[in-house]
């Protein structure tokens, strides 16, 4: 059973555009959101994250929307470049002495045209 | 951010023989070290968890005496394939997670091809 279910699996968008990919989840306990940045050949980097005691968080050029009630998150990268081309991965967990496993949607391939 | 290493980069063998693969975490201690595996154009698969100087918790469906995992200090775990086969070529990546912390670190990944 898939947890975290992410979408686009890819996107296209011109340089200066908005890149959103979405995230939903199922296990109400999860409490920790993170989004990883992959390029080829490379593990993942993390780029922000976000608890659900907020709604937005904001880094730079990048963005995590949360909603809580409709268990969804999603990611923007604002003024797209072609450098931010790569696979994005969100992620849960739940924050306790298990270890703190990550769950990880599918992955979304961006790619920015220049 | 925290600094978490892997060695080697990337390895060929052939089939029926073991590979190790380090993962150092530079600059933290890593209470907690996670192993994935990642197949071409897909996610991160979760193969194993281990908690320093403890045994590792596999994931149901990973073979706990072909995945070896060994977690014996703050910094360094290692995962041995053992007996390798064409099937278990694939991108392995470790990561790390610092007691009280929430966020892990991965590093840069272990190519591995089984010929």
């Known amino acids: 059973q898939q947890q975290v279910k992410q979408s686009p699996q890819s996107l296209i968008v011109q340089k200066g555009g908005i890149s959103i990919i979405n995230c939903a989840y199922e296990?109400?306990?999860?409490?920790?959101f993170p989004w990883y940045q992959q390029f080829p050949g490379k593990g993942p980097a993390l780029l922000i994250a976000?608890?659900?005691?907020?709604s937005e968080k904001k880094e730079g050029r990048f963005t995590i929307s949360f909603n809580k009630s409709a268990k969804q998150f999603s990611l923007h990268i604002m003024d797209s470049q072609p450098g931010d081309s790569a696979t994005y991965f969100c992620?849960?967990?739940?924050?306790?002495?298990?270890?703190?496993?990550?769950?990880f949607g599918g992955g979304t391939r961006l790619m920015v045209k220049p | 951010g925290a600094v978490v290493s892997q060695h080697p980069s990337r390895v060929i063998c052939k089939s029926g023989t073991s590979v190790k693969i380090e993962c150092r975490s530079l600059?933290?201690?890593?209470?907690?070290m996670f192993w994935y595996r990642q197949f071409p154009k897909q996610s991160l698969m979760l193969m194993a968890t281990?908690?320093?100087?403890?045994?590792?918790?596999?994931e149901q469906g990973v073979e706990k005496d072909k995945f070896l995992i060994n977690h014996a200090s703050l910094t360094l775990s290692t995962l041995t394939v053992t007996s390798a086969h064409p099937e278990d070529s694939s991108f392995y990546i470790c990561?790390?997670?610092?007691?009280?912390?929430?966020?892990?670190?991965f590093g840069p990944g272990t190519r591995l091809l089984v010929l």
């Open positions: 600059d933290f201690q890593a209470t907690t």
């Open positions: 992620a849960a967990s739940t924050l306790n002495n298990a270890g703190n496993m990550l769950t």
């Open positions: 281990s908690n320093e100087g403890s045994k590792a918790t596999y």
């Open positions: 296990n109400t306990a999860f409490d920790y």
């Open positions: 976000i608890r659900p005691d907020v």
């Open positions: 990561s790390a997670r610092a007691g009280g912390h929430e966020t892990q670190y």
